[in-house]
């Protein structure tokens, strides 16, 4: 029996996917569980027609996420933050500031798309990671000052 599936499932497949069941598997879980659905020839164009419209989109988002990356290496970064006698910074710069910082540049990214390889403590210029899209991560830099 043939069915498509409208959730993913693990070790049968990903939505929308044409996969062939044991027949008894097909009627007695996936249809009344609302898994899947039989595969007539109008849900199979259904099926064929959410996956081109999927494709598309992630095409759009990926477009999206390289204009950002574009746009992020353009910009010059200064966080401003307070800093001790020592040169120290009070605390640590953290995720939501950089994210703060680039929201005032015009670029929207999620503080928990953000990552330091180290925690930063100290003025100067450093190196952050953008996660913009699944497999699209960019590395920026932006320069930590005193406030003040």
């Known amino acids: 029996m043939e069915v498509i599936l409208k959730k993913a499932l693990k070790r049968l ?45 992630r095409a759009h988002l990926r477009a999206a996420a390289e204009a950002t990356a574009v ?14 006698t020592t040169g120290k910074i009070f605390g640590a710069v953290t995720a939501l500031q950089l994210a703060n910082l680039l929201k005032e540049h015009g670029v929207q990214i999620d503080r928990k798309n953000i990552g330091f390889v180290d925690p930063i403590r100290e003025i100067g210029i450093h190196e952050a990671t953008a996660v913009l899209y699944k497999d699209l991560i960019h590395t920026f830099h932006f320069k930590v000052v005193a406030a003040g």
Do not use: F
């Open 13 to 57: 497949g990903h939505r929308d996917d044409i996969v062939t069941v044991k027949p008894g598997y097909g009627r007695n879980y996936l249809i009344p569980q609302g898994i899947a659905v039989v595969a007539s020839d109008a849900n199979r164009k259904v099926a064929l027609e959410n996956v081109r419209q999927a494709a598309h989109k």
């Open 71 to 84: 746009k992020i290496s353009g910009l010059e970064l200064i966080l401003k933050v307070k800093v001790g």
